[in-house]
């Protein structure tokens, strides 16, 4: 007996240290294997035997923690895994939602909190990309979300329920909004290229998460009618329940089904009849209006940006967001710079090219946890900013935050062309960090040459150099012209 | 000593995995339960006997858990538990706060995130529920929190304190709002009935969370002026130590304490002298309003809806929220509709009824955690929707969330009495599901045709039977009606 | 084997129970220790022994956790040690950046809610406090945040990069707003004194932090540049690798940097040519206005209040913060008050005094996890309050929530000096609750009687003895004045 407790005396400190460790790391976020394998070192009460004894029961912790990570839906987890990298910048690997039917697709970015902590700021929008085939109708649903959605290719007609029906003609650079709840269905009245449609959403119920509603369907998705008991819809509908049953359950629509000439005509035509001022809501649905077919806020033979501010545009004015459409000519970049407000997300329609943003660096804690870890970096007064880089290609979306410095080139043989939605939009301001118009170049040259510790013809020579505006040419081409400099 | 160490290890591996198994239970918000025991059995190491002790653990950790859950706070507890059920619909078990006096009671419901994740969109606000006895005075107290008052029952005088006082009647049906921080007192002036006051508050200082402050009091509740230092009040007061501790020790008057005639007429009679116009800051209090006496915007033999705007009711303006008063006749029913923003705080005044509502389903997990589990559900773009179900009786909360289609019905022999906050109520629009205006029928035939995947002919007539708007005759009582279908 | 199993099973029981102790500890916000404890007695399956040895553990476990609970930045740690007493008050160890250069130093102060949940309501907002030693040039920088500053000693100019440059002279007591993402850099133009700037800041970007973004740098603080590529940046500048090289790296100005007379003179020299109309969009920069030239709105022999409010000065609208500045005379004090729905965030700048404020009681559990535990308090319907106490002395920052008595007094021998700046200022009221104008003498003689249960008389003498206004004579001066009571 007393033998069998002096070995539980052991065991507890053994256990209980190692329980120390293992919570510990779980409650603070820090990089629990570092930290678990610290604390065995730390133990007076162990002999060394006990200490490797230790480790190595984290690592097989730490292994066993990875993996059952995957298998069960974790925040924590997600952060810790994607955090290391960069998670500013998101792939195909980072869409969730994933409807394939025959005749379509829609896809949905995974939650910008679920990838880190750092995007909390944007943590009520998210992103939604639609496919639908040539001659499809796009059944009719309701979201519990605010809609912005881009057409970047293709055309549609889409209809909206109000206090009124409206039904609006959709072309490649058209912007409309669709407010949350409203009903709406629309058509892909192509006969043979894709609708291809580009949704922010900003979650009304549940912040960040939305969800979507259909009177139609059957097995799945299913009618949202089918979730109220028969007798009570029996009443609604004083239609007897067999009848009722037949109806909601025989279909087996899908979301996105194919339609028939006819059927795509007879949806078409409707557009013609649209009421000229249609009784809506302040900032709410209107006719689309045309990005591409805005002046260009900037353009050159390096580029063209296009550019809707919610204070020009209804659809966008209680969102406070702005829509932008940039096409860079292949082998030419955007100007390195900032937005001073407003957080960019941008979804790639086409091309190929990268991202390089510059990011306050993060400790390893605060790369895990997603903080900025005061403690460890202010202190210091340490600043240094990590590295971001993507490459670009279709349908990868980024994240630039309000002041952070960012550029983006298009390879040397495709352009890129990029939607980019502008959350907090009001009052934002570009400031440039190379080119005409630069910063650097406003600064007292006083100013310029205590701040850079140089000379001030020197700073001008180097700020001066690029003559060009937002647009340039790209890292790839200019061999050349550098003679010159 | 070898010897030790080799059961060390032994335990070692058995201990390294349980605390694996328990703490990431902790982390992820699964069933621990399943996941505790899957753990064992995936232990490569463990022999048979090992396993089932493993599991057996894991059954006792969780049951031990489970009690202590509820000696102990702690909100992820209270979701697990709930979130299995329904987490829309509320009882008594979950009002938290509880003052009993002699002279009345006052309940607070708990925080809605303390619920549930998916009531995050009104997390800062609450909801009480005061009873006053006849002839009593209700103490002069301040908020930390904006509060929306609703009289269900009685008549009262209600005095709040700003740059001037202002005393108003109640009456039942009156609406009134007291600015976050102004202190306040009423009286119950009926002699025989209760006077019922239901409160929805939005936090000042703490999001989800408000307290009360009282000048006067004595054990408890405590007079806030005790919290100072004795020196500290005698300087204020200019008064020496020993009377102000008199002063305030002394009294012990409670919270809701009984009046005699005479102070319940003087403090009624002050109502005439209210300034016709009371300075107050735009939005905040004026005299109450009667939701009651405003045009019903929904009227027929089945129920009859009030409905208070924000836009009208500079009261409402700055809260953004509306108010709503539904009565349903016994045996009648609310046509299942939904709300296109609003989220809505539903309290039961009386009668008997029930609510049916379709929330997109939730998976396994994402019912425990109270997340949309992306991963599970998008991914393979599953649509379903749960069927949420709550028995409705006096003093039931029910919330239902923008976009979520729901129903209301009353017992075929008791009416329906219900008070709704209405919060985000700006834009908000009612959508129907079945009667006159419902969406179906505001869709192009061809849509329906498609979207129902049914003739046009046969969906019209399922839609169009139902020719009441908002209130219908409820689910038990048209067996007979069924046969004109 | 038989018997290993045997001693396994045993364990497993203790090993099962501490888990539960220690992770239940994490899960529920309580006691740890004493939960822990707990757990240890009511194992039934254990001798007493073994309780005695679980419980040794409790402590042991604590201890250590305690311990590491310091090296590693983790926000629960933080509360549960800082919230055991009380979370409102702030001095030197709570500010965790610190740029220390031989010219001056930057300090930040923690994130609130990594003091206390409790603070939440501010989340969003930093406070900063800069002093640049005398004839010293603080480099150009931008922030993600919106900035307030307020100068409280010494003589600058700042200039501030838009679309055009604009430069500003500082004095002591002017409150200069700096918009998200503007670059910005100041001189201490004056040759003796250090120039101290207590800054505000809202973050833009990642809720709770900001980021500052230097053009220039070297090794460190590095030149946001440098996280481009080189061959980005020969295109961004068309100037060659090698030259940009050196140009980026080789300085090492640091954040504040000496500045010659010369220098100091040509950039003081600028604020002459300010343009008298300044294109800035609404509700940012302008010029500074200063705060001690606005008339006092509480003045006496026993202190001064300067206030500035949101709805007259556009520097502060967009923000809704409201700034103040009071003066104590040495020996007095600020009546006992509250304020209707701001939150204060109070900064000494110089002199030494005290602060008391009352909270409602917060349980053992909540005071940890800084929630206010409905569960135990209210269905208790307790409500007692918790005495706030702290020592002002210069660089403490205190909070006062809205709605929280409070009270501020100055040492019988130095004056005190605070700035404040008042968070969600928008109809903010000050109640008073002694003194001129308390809410006591705004209420009706017999709620006074009903309230505080004694004759009305009685409660007039306790509340019309003291005649000032807002500043009194402080606790420790008036014995004398006592006796004429």
């Known amino acids: 007996m007393a033998f069998k407790i002096k070995i539980n005396l052991n065991l507890h400190l053994l256990l209980l240290f190692l329980i120390t460790a293992v919570c510990l790391a779980l409650a603070s976020k820090d990089p629990e294997l570092k930290q678990c394998k610290h604390q065995c070192k730390v133990q007076r009460q162990f002999d060394e035997q006990q200490k490797r004894d230790c480790e190595r029961s984290c690592d097989e912790y730490y292994k066993m923690k990875k993996e059952k990570g995957r298998n069960y839906e974790s925040e924590e987890e997600e952060e810790e895994e994607e955090e290391v990298e960069n998670p500013y910048v998101f792939d195909d690997e980072h869409f969730v939602g994933q409807i394939e039917t025959g005749e379509g697709k829609i896809k949905v970015l995974q939650k910008f909190t679920q990838r880190s902590h750092l995007l909390r700021g944007i943590e009520n929008f998210r992103v939604s990309i639609v496919e639908a085939n040539p001659s499809t109708f796009v059944v009719p649903t309701h979201f519990d979300a605010e809609i912005i959605l881009f057409v970047a290719q293709g055309r549609g007609t889409i209809t909206v329920i109000k206090e009124k029906r409206g039904s609006f003609e959709l072309k490649c650079g058209d912007v409309f909004r669709i407010p949350s709840g409203a009903p709406f269905y629309f058509i892909n009245k192509d006969e043979h290229r894709k609708l291809k449609i580009v949704k ?11 969800q979507t509603f259909q009177p139609a369907g059957g097995e799945n998705p299913e009618s949202f009618y089918t979730a109220f008991s028969w007798d009570l819809l029996e009443a609604a509908f004083k239609i007897p329940r067999d009848k009722l049953e037949r109806f909601f359950k025989q279909q087996k629509p899908g979301t996105i089904i194919k339609a028939s000439r006819e059927q795509i005509r007879s949806l078409s035509r409707h557009e013609e009849i649209i009421p000229k001022i249609w009784p809506f809501s302040e900032g709410e649905t209107e006719r689309p209006f045309n990005l591409l077919k805005q002046h260009p806020c900037q353009s050159n033979k390096f580029g063209r940006l296009f550019e809707a501010y919610p204070d020009e545009f209804s659809q966008l004015r209680d ?152 647009f340039f040419p790209g890292p790839n081409q200019q061999e050349h012209e550098w003679a010159d400099a």
Request: with cysteine; charged share 20%; aromatic share 10%.
């Open 200 to 210: 922010l959403l900003q979650s009304t119920s549940v912040p960040g998460h939305f």
């Open 319 to 470: 969102l406070g967001v702005a829509i932008a459409f940039a096409n860079i000519t292949e082998g030419s970049m955007v100007a390195p710079h900032y937005n001073s407000k407003s957080m960019k997300i941008a979804v790639v329609l086409d091309g190929q090219g990268g991202f390089q943003m510059a990011c306050p660096h993060l400790s390893s804690s605060s790369r895990r946890s997603g903080r900025w870890s005061e403690r460890e970096e202010e202190r210091k007064g340490e600043r240094t900013y990590q590295k971001i880089r993507g490459r670009l290609s279709r349908g990868v979306v980024f994240v630039v935050p309000a002041g952070h410095p960012f550029s983006v080139f298009a390879s040397p043989n495709h352009s890129l062309q990029i939607v980019c939605f502008e959350v907090n939009a009001y009052g934002n301001t570009k400031y440039f960090l190379a080119g005409k118009e630069n910063i650097v170049n406003k600064m007292e040259s006083i100013a310029r040459e205590l701040g850079f510790n140089t000379p001030g013809r020197e700073v001008e020579r180097m700020f001066k150099q690029q003559e060009e505006e937002f």
